[in-house]
């Protein structure tokens, strides 16, 4: 076994770091596992270069792919305020590049005028809890077949209230199960991004978004140490792969 400590509300947790929960849906221009807003699936493609095809199965030495993606649909991400603001953020420099506490709970959205929402009485539980950096929200969509068909479905997402209440709660890396944590369409007012960045008021580079995570109905609600590893690509977003840990 082996083993990390992590402390929490002055509690000290064990972390067995042999028994990752990946949370991660990943880019896959082969047989995609997503489709969200409409964008077209990933292609992957051999490189070419005068006589030089990068693909095996025509005569090359080797496989050289290129691979055209759109993080915010084609597989799990986590972006930074940059995703909605006139000033440009890396997502990577936002991220904790450690071991950190993540609280997951799961929902039952309501049914309001015909849309799934994730309204701030149904995170009254989060009320009796000491923050942790991150929440995550597990709703029916973790349930549903691969590939998960989002696009013209009118996902469930998050009141803009319940966004503001997440925050003032204190929680600073928010994870869901969702494309989006607003509306499929919106009219682009992207009310819970900006609740939850409190933008434009505020540039807040201290809080992250991860979208697209999968959420195994096995792990129960309750407290997880977490490891939000992230693509090194300089960008409001990038592909992320989300790692769960439970604690004794």
């Keep these: 076994m082996i083993t990390a400590q992590l402390t929490h509300h002055n509690r000290t947790y064990q972390v067995n770091l042999l028994q990752p929960h990946p949370l991660a849906l990943p880019v896959n221009p082969i047989a995609p596992s997503l489709h969200a807003f409409h964008i077209p699936p990933p292609v992957a493609s051999p490189f070419t270069s005068g006589s030089f095809v990068g693909a095996v199965a025509q005569g090359s030495s080797c496989n050289v792919n290129n691979i055209f993606f759109n993080p915010h649909g084609h597989c799990t991400h986590t972006e930074c305020v940059a995703h909605i603001s006139d000033r440009f953020y890396n ?6 590049h450690h071991l950190f506490a993540a609280t997951l709970l799961t929902v039952t959205p309501e049914l309001m005028d015909g849309n799934s ?8 539980p989060l009320m009796h809890l000491a923050p942790t950096p991150a929440l995550l929200l597990r709703t029916p969509a973790s349930a549903l077949p691969i590939p998960k068909i989002f696009s013209g479905t009118n996902p469930t997402f998050l009141h803009h209230t319940a966004a503001a209440l997440i925050r003032s709660l204190g929680y600073h890396h928010l994870m869901l199960d969702l494309p989006s944590v607003d509306q499929e369409h919106d009219g682009g007012l992207l009310l819970a991004h900006k609740a939850f960045w409190n933008y434009p008021q505020t540039y807040d580079t201290s809080r992250t978004i991860t979208e697209l995570i999968h959420l195994p109905a096995h792990l129960p609600d309750g407290l ?3 490891n939000l590893l992230m ?4 960008n ?6 989300p790692i769960l840990y439970s604690l004794s």
């Design 231 to 234: 693509a090194p690509i300089i």
């Design 236 to 241: 409001d977003a990038t592909p992320s792969n």
């Design 117 to 124: 929402i994730i309204t701030t009485a149904l995170l009254k």
């Design 91 to 96: 997502v990577n420099d936002v991220v904790p």
């Design 224 to 226: 997880y140490a977490c």
